[in-house]
């Protein structure tokens, strides 16, 4: 499969352009559970939603590689080395704890390492639950699944105490406005099976 063409925030700033790259070479030959496109996809919107609203190029480069740490090989150490230390710090505190077994636990304890970790993390944070809750309304719509179904209400759940978490912490932010809409769509106007 080629290499698409840059997006149009890539050309912003060096760290973006370098994040990007990077973040090509981790999550290349992963895809989507929901829709099975390229898994490069879901830092690309994040990304995207962050630049849209203005954050800067260390932001953006954090939105990039926000899941870097879960699910490649790659430490927070080797980001900081090669980005700088606010993007590994970013990444850091957005990085959920393995040794956590229970979904719910592990959740918890990632939003309050979110919440603790100051602006840049929950503008990060915010634009990865927002891509995410367009993620669960797709594969709700495309799966012809229920949002009832357990699985999916686990995520919402998260979902939603995520969005608490950022009212307390960051109301001001409009990623968390966009959040509460989304969210919102997804209990008023749920996709039907």
Request: hydrophobic share 45%.
């Given at each position: 499969m080629p290499i698409p063409a840059d997006p149009p925030f890539a050309v912003r700033g060096p760290l973006t352009r370098a994040a990007l790259a990077w973040a090509r070479e981790l999550h290349g030959g992963q895809t989507r559970a929901v829709d099975r496109a390229p898994f490069i996809l879901h830092p690309l919107e994040v990304a995207a939603l962050l630049f849209g609203r203005d954050f800067d190029d260390e932001v953006v480069a954090a939105g990039l590689l926000h899941d870097a740490v879960e699910d490649t090989d790659v430490g927070v150490d080797e980001i900081r080395a090669r980005l700088g230390d606010r993007v590994a710090e970013i990444v850091g505190a957005l990085t959920e704890d393995v040794a956590i077994g229970d979904y719910a636990e592990r959740k918890a304890a990632l939003r309050e390492a979110a919440a603790a970790a100051g602006p840049d993390a929950h503008a990060v944070f915010?634009?990865?639950?927002?891509?995410?809750?367009?993620?669960?309304?797709?594969?709700?719509?495309?799966?012809?699944?229920?949002?009832?179904?357990?699985?999916?209400?686990?995520?919402?759940?998260?979902?939603?105490?995520?969005?608490?978490?950022?009212?307390?912490?960051?109301?001001?932010?409009?990623?968390?406005?966009?959040?509460?809409?989304?969210?919102?769509?997804?209990?008023?106007?749920?996709?039907?099976?």
């Open positions: 915010a634009a990865d639950k927002v891509a995410k809750a367009r993620e669960l309304r797709a594969q709700a719509a495309r799966a012809e699944r229920s949002l009832d179904e357990p699985e999916l209400l686990h995520r919402l759940a998260h979902y939603e105490e995520s969005l608490r978490m950022l009212e307390s912490v960051a109301r001001g932010l409009a990623l968390v406005g966009q959040l509460s809409f989304e969210l919102w769509a997804l209990r008023e106007l749920p996709p039907r099976p």
